[in-house]
């Protein structure tokens, strides 16, 4: 199997690959620009591609190649099926200096936060369409969600809130462990006795 068929093959399969998949390979960055100009391949970003004609994954495609910048909020909460809708904006959260490009894109809302806790709840999971993202766990979502929740949606919030203690999975001790750690353990109380 030659270079083209081995880039065509995988993404039959995956839908989508990057220029670090290619080079783990060893095969030349040529071959992608030989794939585009045959209109075999399509460039969704700067390292990123798809065979024409099939959607993309715009959750991996947008933070590829963008370092400390994770999925929160209310895009999070989606990913862990604690939102009732799709979120209208990509929530971001990235360090206080960040001065990327996310900052320009419209259908972005960046959340920024102090370097010592903004990997704090950082996990990895599965997009809507099977890619690896970044996004933070659902105790980090919801304090994060009180921590601004004079500025977000309440009902929102509590449909989280309500939906996450009615599953098995949820920790308390680690939402109290953040909520410590973030300096909002008093809110959380708060929130939770008037919730529950």
């Known amino acids: 199997m030659n270079y083209e068929e081995q880039v065509l093959n995988i993404l039959s399969e995956k839908k989508i690959i990057n220029t670090d998949e290619i080079n783990k390979l060893n095969i030349p960055?040529?071959?992608?620009?030989?794939?585009?100009?045959?209109?075999?391949?399509?460039?969704?970003?700067?390292g990123v591609y798809i065979l024409p004609n099939t959607f993309g994954d715009e959750y991996y495609?947008?933070?590829?190649?963008?370092?400390?910048?994770?999925?929160?909020?209310?895009t999070a909460l989606y990913f862990h099926d604690l939102c009732e809708r799709v979120p209208l904006k990509y929530d971001i959260t990235v360090k206080r200096n960040y001065g990327g490009t996310l900052i320009k894109n419209e259908n972005v809302t960046l959340h920024y936060v102090d370097e010592k806790i903004l990997n704090l709840g950082k996990i990895k999971i599965k997009s809507p369409q099977g890619q690896?993202?970044?996004?933070y766990d659902i105790e980090r979502c919801l304090c994060d969600l009180i921590k601004d929740k004079d500025n977000l949606y309440f009902e929102y919030i509590k449909y989280a809130f309500v939906k996450y203690y009615r599953e098995e999975k949820h920790d308390t001790f680690k939402l109290y462990k953040y909520a410590k750690l973030m300096g909002i353990e008093k809110q959380?109380?708060?929130f939770m006795e008037a919730l529950l």
Request: net charge positive; aromatic share 8%; proline share 0%.
């Open 29 to 46: 960055k040529v071959v992608l620009t030989r794939l585009i100009e045959k209109k075999k391949i399509e460039r969704t970003k700067r």
């Open 132 to 135: 690896d993202i970044i996004c």
């Open 61 to 74: 495609t947008l933070l590829h190649g963008i370092n400390n910048a994770i999925y929160s909020y209310f």
């Open 188 to 190: 959380v109380h708060e």
